[in-house]
């Protein structure tokens, strides 16, 4: 965080009611998406677990470009069925397009017409797209989205996390966009949609934190009960008055020209450079991420031998990296048990903001050096034990042959 930041920790109040330092937090979060009602929670996953009781069951589905791993499993856990739907150069690694977090307006449609609006309480869309790549969704694949969701009165929910990124991408990439200060797209954004769910620990630039946010005030009043149940108060969620504060100033930080600028530059930096050094990633490079595609890297490896999990396995042997799989492990588990590749094996190198100099980002880099030099010898990996659902924070494994 930074040094404002830290000091306005030292302003937090920790009254259990009426803290000031919830009034700061609320005019903050209302400045960029000025929903009507805003709940605090924890973290993000806690806003979608709120979210999900009120509205999902057994009986109905949930579209989105591409769900979190979190989302998907909150959707999951309540009987539902989660559905990405991101267009087709969203899956293709290699595809340059400019905004490969889209989602496919023509496949949403059909769903609908399939399995009727009733049974779709809410479409949401993941900005910037985490799990597809960090990438991002442009503001007409939003307002074209919206469209659809008017025609069919469906509510619309922005799983907005890397808000201010995926804004920087729009103001720098779509047409008409490049005179428009960030602020206010993101305004724009919000108005297309009628909630969000929030993990502050992303561009809110705090440490912990997250909200749910609509205009609805029936589901507002459900998702106050369930926040009082298992999170704390509705001026507070689970977070302290010092939290709360911190996030205020992290809000208007991420929206600074500068900071992005920074951000994207770093991020771009590091996956320029493994390109050029031919180890495979995602194209174009993504906001807050880079991501191997190591299904690419090491052809040897089926996807059932997890090859995301053998690249982050060699990147912390090789050099103390520490990346994720984003691939089978984490989306090839279907809640009747089975399992199916995911659609791609990747490896996100996401970079902590404001943490790493170049010099560090250079250490990263030599060694992916020595990644791709042993890349050939790597093999697949067995699951030995695992639990029911996101098994990917909590199974263990032991490498085949
Ligand atoms: C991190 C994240 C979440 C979950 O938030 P937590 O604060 O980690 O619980 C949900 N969606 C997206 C897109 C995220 O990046």
């Not at 770093?266 to 320029?272: C, D, K, M, N």
């Amino acid at each position: 965080m930074s040094r404002d930041q830290w000091a306005a920790i030292q302003h937090g109040d920790e009254s259990y009611a009426g803290s000031p330092s919830w009034a700061i937090f609320l005019d903050a979060v209302r400045n960029l998406f000025p929903f009507d009602f805003v709940i605090p929670t924890h973290q993000g996953r806690a806003a979608e677990r709120i979210l999900f009781s009120i509205i999902s069951d057994p009986s109905k589905t949930i579209p989105s470009n591409t769900h979190f791993d979190t989302t998907r499993a909150n959707i999951e856990f309540t009987g539902a069925r989660a559905v990405d739907l991101v267009i087709a150069e969203g899956k293709d690694p290699k595809s340059r397009h400019p905004f490969k977090g889209n989602i496919d307006v023509v496949a949403l449609k059909k769903l609908i017409h399939d399995v009727g609006r009733e049974n779709i309480p809410v479409v949401m869309l993941t900005i910037t797209n985490n799990s597809g790549g960090g990438q991002p969704v442009s503001l007409q694949n939003i307002r074209e989205t919206r469209k659809v969701c008017d025609e069919f009165q469906i509510p619309l929910f922005i799983d907005s996390c890397r808000f201010a990124e995926n804004a920087w991408f729009i103001k720098q990439r779509e047409s008409g966009q490049q005179d428009r200060e960030v602020a206010d797209i993101v305004r724009e954004i919000a108005s297309l949609a009628d909630g969000m769910t929030m993990s502050a620990k992303k561009d809110p630039l705090g440490n912990i934190g997250g909200w749910l946010a609509c205009n609805d005030k029936e589901l507002a009043n459900k998702a106050r009960t369930m926040l009082i149940l298992t999170e704390g108060f509705p001026t507070y969620g689970g977070l302290a008055g010092r939290d709360l504060e911190a996030l205020a100033v992290g809000l208007s930080e991420a929206v600074s020209h500068d900071y992005l600028k920074y951000r994207i530059a770093s991020t771009t930096y590091l996956g320029e450079a493994l390109a050029a050094m031919g180890i495979p990633v995602v194209l174009p490079i993504g906001g807050h991420a880079v991501y191997i595609d190591a299904r690419e890297l090491l052809p040897q490896v089926p996807p059932l031998q997890y090859p995301g999990e053998s690249v982050a396995v060699a990147l912390y042997e090789l050099g103390g990296v520490r990346g994720t799989e984003i691939g089978t492990v984490m989306f090839g588990l279907q809640p009747d048990g089975t399992e199916i590749p995911a659609s791609n094996d990747l490896v996100r190198l996401a970079i902590p903001r404001r943490t790493y100099t170049q010099s560090h980002v250079d250490y990263v880099i030599e060694v992916c050096e020595k990644l791709k030099e042993v890349a050939k010898d790597l093999g697949g990996y067995r699951i030995t034990s695992e639990p029911t659902s996101l098994r990917h924070f909590t199974a263990t494994f032991e490498p085949l042959n």
